[in-house]
């Protein structure tokens, strides 16, 4: 158990709708990231927070946004959801920035019919 | 931003034979270097890292080499064993600060009995 919490677990919705993803950092971790994994691929960037405030944005499209909130846990809104959009999306926490251990979380299993 | 490139995407060898996989990284001021492995439908893990200011670390069975001239660093397998079939990822931080950390594609490692 990594410390970090990913809820749900697995999520199935159609296309068109708008999910939320939720995750716990370890406790004393500042730094949230968000990592995006398609079938067999690597492992995408999103976008990093630390300490409530945004850090780092990837290739994360318009119709995706998250927030970290001040307890520190963060959520990630995916809306107009695509096809496309089926994936492992990982959440990872880290006591500063990027030159620490990141702690990943379960990932949650979007699938979109 | 950091460019991570990962070589090779599979690789297979023998058991009891070493593995070697490599990365090269594109921002100098970068300064941490870890390895993840992930197994099949589960969290990605740390196994080692390096930091800049030394050039080789091991750990048992795996080492983590380091040349910050030519910015690669290599992880390297020794006396491979059916349990290290998985995805290993290197990482890099990057922005500034070494804020975000930027995962390599990833290597599909295979050990055959």
């Known amino acids: 158990d990594s410390g970090v919490t990913q809820t749900p677990k697995h999520l199935i919705t159609a296309t068109g709708q708008r999910v939320t993803l939720r995750c716990s950092p370890r406790?004393?971790?500042?730094?949230v990231y968000w990592y995006q994994q398609s079938l067999d691929q690597g492992l995408q960037f999103l976008i990093q927070y630390y300490n409530g405030e945004e850090r780092a944005k990837g290739n994360i499209l318009e119709r995706f946004s998250a927030q970290q909130f001040p307890d520190l846990h963060s959520e990630l809104n995916l809306s107009s959801l695509e096809l496309g959009d089926s994936a492992l999306y990982f959440c990872a926490s880290s006591p500063q920035h990027g030159n620490t251990e990141a702690f990943f979380g379960q990932g949650t299993r979007l699938t979109v019919v | 931003g950091e460019n991570v490139e990962q070589h090779p995407s599979t690789l297979s060898v023998q058991e009891g034979d070493s593995a070697v996989i490599k990365c090269t990284y594109s921002?100098?001021?970068?300064?941490?270097f870890p390895w993840y492995k992930q197994e099949l439908g589960k969290r990605p893990q740390l196994i080692i890292d390096i930091r800049s200011n030394v050039g080789e670390k091991k750990d048992q069975r795996i080492a983590v080499t380091l040349n910050k001239t030519a910015k690669h660093f290599s992880l390297h397998i020794t006396e491979t064993q059916p349990e290290d079939s998985a995805v290993y990822f290197c990482a890099a931080p990057s922005n500034f600060g070494n804020e975000k950390l930027t995962f390599g594609t990833g290597t599909r490692l295979t050990i055959i009995p």
């Open positions: 921002d100098s001021a970068s300064n941490y």
């Open positions: 406790s004393g971790d500042l730094s």
